[in-house]
């Protein structure tokens, strides 16, 4: 075994205090209003996109509770319109996308890389204003007189034409929907660039941290898929007040092109959510069970071909349209359960023969294996037409879906418990954080399987009110008990953040981490790094942790000679 | 099955040490024959039950789903069941991976594990069988989907209109017509054990045709005929509802479909031509135009004939 330098005492050198103070020359709103620090834009993300998951989970409770009954009368049916269709744009649009992208990935991606800030930081302020101010303009259609936009988070022409959703509550969802996408395709300039140009000396991209290349691919998946949205949307706009006929039969136009622009964004988009959500779940695993990343070319092959395929297999939203090749978006359809499969497996085999530490953000991260394993399966089911047409726009897809985004929750509040340390410089209380997991993953199964139950018994998605049936309502009383608990999760993370800031400090690495960003302190210094440590594999902290433990190899072997690498 | 097994023998082997000569062992671990019998034994534990589920084909569990009442509704809950059996072997199968994990390599000591990374023969395992698997998944799927888009012969045509909310079903060569509003739930009358031809279309928004006994569902779109057959072989009522969101009223947009004795049917048609029957139908007209109730009545009773 080659030579490690030995560890110093103190990570932070006194020389440098001032260096870091110059940087902070202003503070406070105003610190935070101008600045172009990749961890104050990731915070105010971070911050901005909790807040609205718990918007979207109060419209979900809402919505569960009309649902208890059959009759229900607590909401309108236009109001119920308006609820879920602001609560699906909520959470797919404001939260888990910008969560993903905006918060974490914002502030861990040029850590793990070892780079001082992102390739464009300005670009990046401006990425989180769009963000804010389109969130802003989306919610703002409650308070419109015809209300919020009322056609589903799909927006199916023609429903969405200014006949049938007259009023400024839809336009104001497009409005919104633009200034966001803009938001993302700018971050996902950003990750890019950042990702191929700022890397550490030393950071191959085969040395990259799983997260970092899932970001990446994310990234690129961003740049082809949302501009495809932006026009569309702006087609929309030009249908509903400009007099053009894009999407209307009156004036020639193709009501099915809409679904298939929408989809052309929106399937990538499902892997853009759930891609950082894969890359979270992968790194707290690796570091939790103490042992490298099982497979970690093949988890980053296995990324790269789903996204690959999710680029051609939007039309299975779209089987009992009736008018799109079924065999092709058949097989590409259930091809994705290839490497989705291998990335599951990889996560287990992680887990394989590891000391397992259970702690919040692990816990998490098992809540996510097992409930996205559930998600994943019912997803096969409908990639296969004749079994979509017989569950197409009923409960079971509901359930299905969120499976798979609850897991991503449990995913993104992983990330939250390991990273927070990190990014706050202290540490969450594991004892609530336990308490949120059992809520969120029990409320989640009592959430969804009833779904499940309902959607083949033939219950539709999108309905306020249903037929007197002794066992769908039972069923939905469950469903809703389940939307409760995972309410009542919610609201202990909020408590634990009460209750543990600035109480107790984390350290640099408090979870014995790998990755680069452990390297450095909690929080970061304005630039990150003082210096880096020898990047000779994806677990450069690790190496200089544990050298006499390095990751068991497999094929050649490098002559290196490690030392440290100062940057200035 | 397989996955554990080779996972759990392969693993055993000592791993190539980084930067070290190492010598391949030339002979299997000693415990390997034991545990190929113990293997083996699982093996025939596990798939004795399965063969017996298979072969006595008729009893398999129906895994929420219901056989329906048409031809292709059945293949349907055939190809549901075969996916679901797949489903649940291969994700039982993972979730006791991670169970096993989980519960067996809990955080005893400060230990540091070996840090293992790559296994290419167990990582090409899981790559090809899943492989395997969605083929056969999609050979499956293959033949169900043809038989259901198939257009054959057929002898009684009926032309279904969507629109905002509710159903209108007219006869071509025949003058029954059928339309209703929301909870009104207008009545598709059909032949049993004949091939009806059925043309979807919307006047408006997109709508969403979905019988749950036919285990099928098809958007009625503005501007596109959407076509496909069906064969009802159980008498009885069945419950229908617009699937695809389309404004306000889409909770309660419903219709029913009967499905009659050819006998029944020529009478109900026949039935049409006739000045009383008429009479009926402009009455039935007038009472679209009532105020549209927001009371929910009970579900339309669904008598499910003998399967």
Same mark, same amino acid.
């Given at each position: 075994?080659?030579?490690?330098?030995?560890?110093? #005492?103190?990570?932070?050198?006194?020389?440098?205090?001032?260096?870091?103070?110059?940087?902070?020359?202003?503070?406070?709103?105003?610190?935070?209003?101008?600045?172009?620090?990749?961890?104050?834009?990731?915070?105010?993300?971070?911050?901005?996109?909790?807040?609205?998951?718990?918007?979207?989970?109060?419209?979900?409770?809402?919505?569960?509770?009309?649902?208890?009954?059959?009759?229900?009368?607590?909401?309108?049916?236009?109001?119920?319109?308006?609820?879920?269709?602001? !609560?699906?744009?909520?959470?797919?649009?404001?939260?888990?996308?910008?969560?993903?992208?905006?918060?974490?990935?914002?502030?861990?991606?040029?850590?793990?890389?070892?780079?001082?800030?992102?390739?464009?930081?300005?670009?990046?302020?401006?990425?989180?204003?769009?963000?804010?101010?389109?969130?802003?303009?989306?919610?703002?259609?409650?308070?419109?007189?015809?209300?919020?936009?009322?056609?589903?988070?799909?927006?199916?022409?023609?429903?969405?034409?200014?006949?049938?959703?007259?009023?400024?509550?839809?336009?104001?969802?497009?409005?919104?929907?633009?200034?966001?996408?803009?938001?993302?395709?700018?971050?996902?300039?950003?990750?890019?660039?950042?990702?191929?140009?700022?890397?550490?000396?030393?950071?191959?991209?085969?040395?990259?941290?799983?997260?970092?290349?899932?970001?990446?691919?994310?990234?690129?998946?961003?740049?082809?898929?949302?501009? &495809?949205?932006?026009?569309?949307?702006?087609?929309?706009?030009?249908?509903?007040?400009?007099?053009?006929?894009?999407?209307?039969?009156?004036?020639?136009?193709?009501?099915?092109?809409?679904?298939?622009?929408?989809?052309?964004?929106?399937?990538?988009?499902?892997?853009?959510?759930?891609?950082?959500? +894969?890359?979270?779940?992968?790194?707290?695993?690796?570091? @939790?069970?103490?042992?490298?990343?099982?497979?970690?070319?093949?988890?980053?092959?296995?990324?790269?071909?789903?996204?690959?395929?999710?680029?051609?297999?939007?039309?299975?939203?779209?089987?009992?349209?009736?008018?799109?090749?079924?065999?092709?978006?058949?097989?590409?359809?259930?091809?994705?359960?290839?490497?989705?499969?291998?990335?599951? +497996?990889?996560?287990?085999?992680?887990?394989?023969?590891?000391?397992?530490?259970?702690?919040?953000?692990?816990?998490?991260?098992?809540?996510?294996?097992? $409930?996205?394993?559930?998600?994943?399966?019912?997803?096969?089911?409908?990639?296969?037409?004749?079994?979509?047409?017989?569950?197409?726009?009923?409960?079971?897809?509901?359930?299905?879906?969120?499976?798979?985004?609850?897991?991503?929750?449990?995913?993104? @509040?992983?990330?939250?418990?390991?990273?927070?340390?990190?990014?706050?410089?202290?540490?969450?209380?594991?004892?609530?954080?336990?308490?949120? @997991?059992?809520?969120?993953?029990?409320?989640?199964? &009592?959430?969804?399987?009833?779904?499940?139950?309902?959607?083949?018994?033939?219950?539709?998605?999108?309905?306020?009110?249903?037929?007197?049936?002794?066992?769908?309502?039972?069923?939905?009383?469950?469903?809703?008990?389940?939307?409760?608990?995972?309410?009542?999760?919610?609201?202990?993370?909020?408590?634990?953040?009460?209750?543990?800031?600035?109480? !107790?400090?984390?350290?640099?690495?408090?979870?014995?981490?790998? $990755?680069?960003?452990? @390297?450095?302190?909690?929080?970061?210094?304005?630039?990150?790094?003082?210096?880096?440590?020898?990047?000779?594999?994806?677990?450069?902290?690790?190496?200089?942790?544990?050298?006499?433990?390095?990751?068991?190899?497999?094929?050649?072997?490098?002559?290196?000679?490690?030392?440290?690498?100062? #940057?200035? | /099955?397989?996955?554990?097994?080779?996972?759990?023998? /392969?693993?055993?082997?000592?791993?190539?040490?980084?930067?070290?000569?190492?010598?391949?062992?030339?002979?299997?671990?000693?415990?390997?024959?034991?545990?190929?019998?113990?293997?083996?034994?699982?093996?025939? =534990?596990?798939?004795?039950?399965?063969? =017996?589920?298979?072969?006595?084909?008729?009893?398999?569990?129906?895994?929420?789903?219901?056989?329906?009442?048409?031809?292709?509704?059945?293949?349907?809950?055939?190809?549901?069941?075969?996916?679901?059996?797949?489903?649940?072997?291969?994700?039982?199968?993972?979730?006791?991976?991670?169970?096993?994990?989980?519960?067996?390599?809990?955080?005893?000591?400060?230990?540091?594990?070996?840090?293992?990374?790559?296994?290419?023969?167990?990582?090409?395992?899981?790559?090809?069988?899943?492989?395997?698997?969605?083929?056969?998944?999609? =050979?499956?799927?293959?033949?169900?989907?043809?038989?259901?888009?198939?257009?054959?012969?057929?002898?009684?045509?009926?032309?279904?209109?969507?629109?905002?909310?509710?159903?209108?079903?007219?006869?071509?060569?025949?003058?029954?017509?059928?339309?209703?509003?929301?909870?009104?739930?207008?009545? /598709?009358?059909?032949?049993?054990?004949?091939?009806?031809?059925?043309?979807?279309?919307?006047?408006?928004?997109?709508?969403?045709?979905?019988?749950?006994?036919?285990?099928?569902?098809?958007?009625?779109?503005?501007?596109?005929?959407?076509?496909?057959?069906?064969?009802?072989?159980?008498?009885?009522?069945?419950?229908?509802?617009?699937?695809?969101?389309?404004?306000?009223?889409?909770?309660? /947009?419903?219709?029913?479909?009967?499905?009659?004795?050819?006998?029944?049917?020529? =009478?109900?048609?026949?039935?049409?031509?006739?000045?009383?029957?008429?009479?009926?139908?402009?009455?039935?007209?007038?009472?679209?135009?009532?105020?549209?109730?927001?009371?929910?009545?009970?579900?339309?009773?669904?008598?499910?004939?003998?399967?």
């Amino acid at each position: 075994m080659t030579d490690v330098l030995p560890r110093p #005492v103190e990570h932070v050198e006194h020389g440098h205090e001032e260096l870091h103070e110059e940087h902070q020359g202003r503070t406070g709103i105003l610190n935070w209003l101008t600045s172009t620090d990749h961890k104050v834009i990731g915070m105010s993300y971070t911050v901005t996109s909790v807040i609205m998951l718990i918007i979207g989970g109060a419209f979900a409770e809402i919505i569960r509770a009309q649902l208890s009954t059959p009759n229900g009368s607590l909401v309108s049916l236009a109001q119920y319109n308006e609820l879920f269709t602001m !609560h699906g744009s909520v959470m797919i649009y404001l939260f888990a996308g910008p969560f993903a992208f905006g918060a974490l990935a914002n502030i861990i991606v040029p850590l793990q890389i070892g780079a001082p800030d992102m390739a464009f930081p300005r670009l990046n302020a401006l990425s989180y204003w769009l963000y804010l101010f389109g969130s802003l303009t989306l919610l703002s259609g409650f308070f419109t007189a015809g209300g919020a936009a009322s056609f589903g988070w799909v927006a199916y022409a023609p429903l969405s034409n200014s006949l049938n959703t007259p009023g400024s509550g839809a336009d104001l969802w497009i409005g919104g929907l633009l200034l966001t996408g803009f938001s993302a395709i700018f971050t996902g300039v950003n990750l890019c660039a950042t990702i191929f140009y700022l890397r550490a000396p030393g950071m191959t991209m085969f040395r990259m941290p799983i997260f970092t290349w899932n970001m990446l691919v994310t990234a690129i998946l961003i740049l082809l898929a949302f501009p &495809v949205l932006t026009a569309g949307l702006i087609m929309l706009y030009c249908d509903r007040h400009f007099g053009t006929h894009i999407f209307s039969v009156a004036g020639g136009g193709v009501p099915v092109l809409w679904q298939h622009i929408f989809w052309f964004w929106g399937h990538p988009e499902v892997y853009i959510l759930a891609l950082p959500f +894969f890359g979270m779940v992968t790194e707290i695993i690796a570091v @939790f069970s103490r042992k490298p990343v099982f497979g970690y070319k093949g988890m980053i092959f296995a990324t790269l071909g789903i996204a690959a395929l999710s680029l051609g297999v939007w039309a299975h939203h779209m089987y009992t349209t009736g008018v799109v090749l079924l065999p092709f978006f058949a097989i590409m359809s259930l091809l994705i359960a290839v490497p989705t499969g291998i990335k599951m +497996f990889n996560w287990i085999g992680t887990m394989w023969r590891g000391e397992i530490w259970f702690s919040t953000a692990m816990l998490m991260a098992v809540g996510f294996l097992i $409930t996205f394993l559930i998600g994943g399966l019912t997803g096969i089911f409908l990639a296969s037409p004749p079994l979509d047409f017989f569950t197409h726009d009923t409960y079971f897809v509901v359930a299905h879906f969120h499976s798979i985004v609850m897991a991503l929750v449990m995913g993104a @509040f992983g990330g939250l418990y390991y990273w927070g340390p990190k990014i706050t410089g202290y540490m969450l209380n594991e004892t609530i954080g336990k308490i949120q @997991f059992w809520f969120l993953f029990i409320g989640t199964q &009592v959430f969804t399987i009833p779904g499940y139950i309902l959607g083949l018994d033939g219950m539709p998605r999108r309905v306020a009110l249903y037929p007197h049936d002794p066992q769908w309502q039972t069923l939905n009383q469950i469903s809703t008990l389940g939307a409760i608990l995972i309410g009542i999760s919610t609201i202990a993370f909020v408590v634990n953040i009460a209750m543990s800031w600035k109480k !107790h400090p984390a350290g640099d690495n408090p979870w014995d981490a790998h $990755t680069l960003e452990w @390297f450095t302190t909690s929080p970061p210094p304005h630039h990150n790094y003082y210096r880096l440590p020898q990047i000779r594999s994806e677990r450069p902290t690790w190496d200089y942790n544990h050298p006499e433990h390095k990751t068991a190899a497999h094929g050649h072997h490098e002559e290196h000679h490690d030392q440290e690498v100062p #940057v200035s | /099955m397989f996955s554990v097994r080779s996972y759990h023998e /392969m693993t055993s082997n000592p791993p190539v040490e980084y930067g070290r000569e190492v010598e391949l062992p030339a002979l299997p671990p000693q415990g390997s024959t034991d545990r190929a019998r113990r293997w083996r034994r699982i093996r025939r =534990a596990l798939v004795l039950p399965v063969a =017996a589920l298979a072969l006595s084909g008729c009893t398999l569990p129906n895994f929420g789903a219901s056989p329906g009442v048409t031809t292709s509704s059945k293949s349907v809950f055939h190809l549901w069941q075969g996916f679901s059996i797949s489903a649940i072997i291969v994700g039982g199968l993972t979730l006791l991976l991670i169970i096993w994990a989980v519960f067996r390599y809990g955080r005893k000591s400060d230990r540091i594990p070996k840090q293992s990374q790559y296994h290419l023969p167990l990582e090409w395992t899981y790559t090809i069988v899943p492989i395997l698997i969605v083929f056969g998944l999609f =050979a499956a799927t293959l033949v169900v989907e043809n038989k259901e888009t198939a257009n054959p012969k057929t002898n009684v045509t009926v032309n279904v209109l969507a629109f905002q909310w509710g159903w209108k079903f007219s006869y071509p060569g025949s003058n029954a017509l059928v339309y209703g509003q929301t909870t009104q739930a207008p009545e /598709m009358v059909i032949p049993v054990n004949t091939n009806i031809h059925i043309n979807l279309r919307s006047s408006d928004v997109i709508h969403g045709f979905y019988v749950h006994a036919f285990n099928f569902s098809r958007y009625a779109l503005p501007g596109v005929l959407n076509q496909f057959t069906i064969r009802a072989v159980n008498t009885g009522t069945f419950f229908g509802q617009c699937t695809q969101l389309c404004g306000l009223y889409h909770s309660l /947009m419903w219709f029913r479909v009967k499905v009659d004795t050819p006998d029944q049917y020529q =009478a109900w048609l026949a039935s049409y031509n006739n000045p009383s029957a008429a009479s009926a139908a402009k009455s039935a007209g007038t009472a679209t135009k009532q105020q549209i109730s927001s009371i929910v009545p009970s579900k339309p009773t669904t008598s499910k004939g003998d399967n």
